[in-house]
């Protein structure tokens, strides 16, 4: 049943999210086609058709250009409403005298943002690819194919940290203050880093991205993947969490 | 593994310098009623917290249904068959009463649905409104009701009645009485109104700054507890084990004796007083007695001890 209530709390941000993410989508695949002619807008599909090879990886390009931050925005927006949220409004103590653990319950309300991340890259990404290949009658869409699974395993260090930050701040409003403040650090202490020393480091974990960003341009694969990026992202998922997890087990009421 | 329903020894819990609760001795035994009272910041929400596991005593132990709160595989035990209801009584603004009933019944293998249909009528809750919407009172009327149904065998209410209109403390009386006590459950229940703790409660428990004041059947207050005015120059604190406070006010002492008054006022007429009063007391005047701070001339109650755990004879 707390999955049920986690869903029925983030309902409203998934449903906003899917749109956010599915109506550019669709929009960007459509767009080449859409004409204008003596001040009437029409759909001409030969755009498509003319030279669909470049066609599909230029919209897929479009496409994942749109889309890539909906699994960061998801991860935030949904983080929020974690454990630690239920603290101000003071729901814990009815939370936390019903005969569940502690721990189910943060790994419960993770997998159900999870699940809805899931479904936020997904649909928006194949419906997309479904139209584009549709109207390309090209199918060969790897990068698209793969994208949204990248996004997600991208986008769950940042669910791991609005989590942790909500349960470090025991709100959803000063976690996610908290979370903006890290990641805003984060890329200045980079910026500072690596400009005046012409350093270019690897990314902490959004590789993966990156590489899908620019990679897709035409399907030439020219940059190795970002393993140790994707395992950083991996190891952050797990590990931020875990901090969360911890700091909830040793809470007081 | 004790066959008390609460128990707890040397239960204690400080915030920093600020001890909440001090060496806290409580023995209630299945089927008691006991009511647990006190100020203010008193310890006893803190304490009932400590018994569902969401504060950690700093020292001592406490038992519910003979298992360890501090334990989790023991609380989740504890928390199947203990049902809370908290002093802020928040739940989720966005469900309905229905749709908590829905969420609750899944976590309690005995909850009962004729028991929340029922409650629901009785206490004339909105089934179908959200939760934020509900007036205080209503809100507080759902907690109650999800924890009334829930079927448990030890009830702990924090000031669950606080924000209901006098009908509707009546009808959750009369609920508890006729659906919980009748039927043997333990309720520990912490109130500031001592009227209702006479009409359901057969046990007491005073707190003051975190210490058990006094513990003690009600009936055994009613029948043997007395106030002694006496009035004379040198009397003494306290001159018996049995004098539970003592409190100066000029020429005048107050003594609240808790048994054999007769012999206590004839030991102090031998020291030379003048017995002015021997009165009964009701559970108001005791609690007022013995929190009561701003009798001149006393810092505190002097006479009063530590109560003993209770023998529930």
Redesign the interface.
């Given at each position: 049943?707390y999955a049920?209530?986690c869903w029925?709390?983030t309902r409203a941000s998934f449903i906003f999210l899917l749109m956010l993410s599915t109506v550019p989508a669709l929009l960007v695949t459509l767009g080449p086609g859409i004409k204008e002619q003596s001040g009437w807008w029409h759909f001409d599909r030969s755009e498509y058709t003319h030279n669909p090879f470049i066609m599909a990886h230029l919209v897929s390009n479009m496409i994942l250009t749109v889309l890539w931050p909906s699994s960061f925005l998801s991860a935030v927006f949904l983080g929020v409403t974690a454990l630690g949220s239920e603290f101000e409004?003071?729901?814990i103590?009815?939370l936390?005298?019903?005969?569940?653990?502690r721990t189910s319950l943060t790994w419960i309300h993770w997998s159900v943002c999870v699940a809805e991340m899931v479904i936020v890259a997904i649909v928006p990404t194949y419906l997309a690819a479904v139209l584009l290949g549709t109207l390309t009658r090209y199918w060969d869409l790897p990068f698209l194919l793969m994208a949204p699974w990248l996004m997600v395993i991208v986008g769950l260090p940042m669910l791991g940290l609005t989590t942790l930050m909500t349960a470090l701040r025991r709100s959803g409003k000063g976690g996610l203050i908290f979370t903006a403040a890290v990641v805003t650090v984060y890329v200045i202490v980079r910026q500072l880093v690596t400009v005046p020393l012409h350093l270019n480091p690897p990314t902490l974990f959004a590789g993966p991205l990156v590489w899908l960003m620019n990679n897709n341009q035409f399907g030439a694969t020219s940059i190795a993947f970002p393993w140790g990026a994707l395992w950083r992202a991996v190891f952050l998922a797990a590990a931020f969490p875990l901090a969360a997890q911890y700091l909830l087990k040793r809470a007081?009421? | 593994m004790s066959d008390a329903a609460i128990l707890t020894e040397g239960l204690s819990k400080s915030f920093g310098a600020q001890a909440a609760v001090s060496e806290l001795n409580l023995r209630i035994q299945p089927g008691a009623v006991y009511g647990f009272l006190g100020r203010n910041g008193a310890g006893k929400t803190t304490t009932m917290r400590m018994l569902l596991g969401l504060v950690q005593p700093t020292k001592g132990s406490a038992r519910v249904l003979g298992l360890d709160p501090t334990r989790e595989a023991e609380l989740m035990r504890i928390l199947e068959r203990v049902a809370f209801v908290s002093q802020r009584k928040q739940l989720y603004g966005w469900a309905t009463p229905a749709e908590l009933v829905q969420m609750n019944k899944a976590y309690f293998p005995r909850w009962s649905d004729d028991a929340a249909a029922r409650l629901a009528g009785r206490l004339e809750i909105p089934m179908k409104m959200a939760f934020k919407k509900l007036s205080i009172g209503n809100q507080s009327k759902v907690a109650l009701l999800l924890a009334l149904a829930q079927g448990a065998e030890v009830l702990i209410l924090d000031e669950p009645t606080a924000g209901l209109d006098p009908v509707m403390v009546d009808e959750i009386l009369r609920t508890l009485i006729e659906d919980h006590v009748s039927q043997g459950r333990t309720i520990f229940v912490s109130s500031h109104h001592l009227g209702e703790v006479e009409q359901i409660c057969d046990w007491v428990g005073i707190l003051e700054e975190g210490r058990l004041l006094l513990e003690s059947r009600l009936e055994e207050i009613r029948q043997e507890f007395r106030l002694v005015i006496a009035s004379g120059e040198g009397l003494p604190a306290a001159t018996s084990a049995d004098v539970v406070s003592a409190t100066t006010d000029g020429r005048f002492r107050r003594f609240v004796v808790s048994r054999e008054a007769e012999r206590f006022a004839a030991e102090l007429r031998g020291q030379g007083a003048t017995i002015l009063e021997i009165s009964p007391l009701g559970l108001r005047e005791l609690f007022l007695h013995l929190v009561r701070k701003e009798d001149p001339c006393t810092p505190g109650n002097v006479g009063v001890k530590p109560a003993p755990v209770s023998s529930f004879s």
């Open positions: 049943m049920w209530k029925r709390e409004p003071g729901t103590e009815y936390w005298t019903r005969p569940r653990t007081e009421v | -």
